[in-house]
């Protein structure tokens, strides 16, 4: 069944679960990124190091940074040889605990991203078409909660930000997997404030946030505001900032939409993707996106 963040109690925060600071090959040191993040508005920073011998295997503290209003996660990049394609896995873990143990030599990807999710993180594929991860990899990681369909470094590095295709492909053999978008920033060029998740919890807490990411209860977004989507009967309701087109899309070209100038609301029919499932894109005359996780309607 689905699970749509609209009417849990509390309220969205806005967080990036993907940063680099100097402790792996980031320009800012993890304060002035910590300040980076805060002074934008965002709610919550995950810092997320690459997880490898050369820079010590980083996991950040910081938990020194956390205010009334502000708070973090801590996590990191983990990787492991070895791909289809070569690379070695980039996998991202959020809610990890400080003395995770440095990856051993003979633990590939799906090992460790089990070790990640055991230890209690919240386990995403990295950026997929960034490296063209194949979709036999993708499936081999098991341990996955989700995969980062946007993410705002690969766009403007190497326009290789959005990574649908293999969600769509993973759905499609029935993982349960939800989308998250992030920056992954470095800043050594302009790549942060440009994708992000809105969490729905209880309390800006890094426990209540953690939960909520691991129960789906979020929507991602490069700008659009979702203020509602909510299924009824044979119906989808979904109202949100002013867009030019509000679409679902799901199994196979299976979709419906709407197109206007200032969308704020529509109605869309959830017949196209009955006992499957469907995922709503809102878009703005910016060319912004957000994005529910798709929505399962058996
Ligand atoms: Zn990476
Ligand atoms: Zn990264």
Redesign the pocket.
């Known amino acids: 069944m689905h699970a749509l963040p609209f009417d849990k109690p509390g309220r969205f925060y806005r967080g990036n679960l993907?940063t680099?600071s100097t402790y792996s090959d980031g320009v800012l040191e993890p304060a002035a990124v910590v300040e980076a993040y805060r002074a934008r508005g965002y709610d919550f920073l995950a810092l997320?190091e690459?997880f490898l011998t050369r820079y010590d295997f980083p996991i950040i503290d910081t938990r020194q940074w956390r205010t009334a209003d502000f708070t973090t996660l801590i996590g990191a990049?983990l990787h492991a040889p070895a791909l289809e394609n070569g690379a070695a896995w980039?996998i991202l873990a959020v809610g990890l605990p400080l003395d995770f143990a440095p990856t051993a030599q003979d633990e590939d990807g799906p090992a460790l991203a089990a070790r990640a999710a055991a230890a209690g993180a919240f386990v995403g594929i990295?950026h997929p078409n960034w490296y063209a991860l194949t979709l036999d990899d993708a499936l081999s990681l098991g341990a996955a909660h989700a995969v980062e369909v946007y993410n705002t470094?690969c766009d403007v590095e190497v326009d290789r930000g959005y990574s649908w295709h293999i969600t769509e492909m993973l759905l499609g053999r029935g993982k349960r997997l939800t989308a998250f978008a992030t920056d992954?920033a470095h800043f050594r060029i302009a790549d942060a404030f440009g994708g992000w998740v809105q969490v729905r919890a209880a309390a800006l807490d890094p426990d209540a946030l953690l939960a909520a990411l691991k129960a789906g209860h979020f929507y991602s977004s490069q700008g659009p505001e979702l203020h509602d989507v909510r299924v009824d009967g044979d119906r989808l309701h979904i109202a949100c900032s002013p867009a030019r087109a509000i679409i679902a899309t799901g199994p196979g070209f299976s979709h419906a939409e709407v197109y206007g100038e200032a969308l704020e609301a529509c109605t869309l029919p959830l017949a196209p993707f009955a006992g499957r499932y469907c995922r709503v894109t809102v878009l703005d005359k910016q060319g912004k996106r957000a994005w529910t996780n798709p929505i399962w309607l058996d």
């Open positions: 993907h680099h997320t690459h990049e980039h990295a470094g992954d």
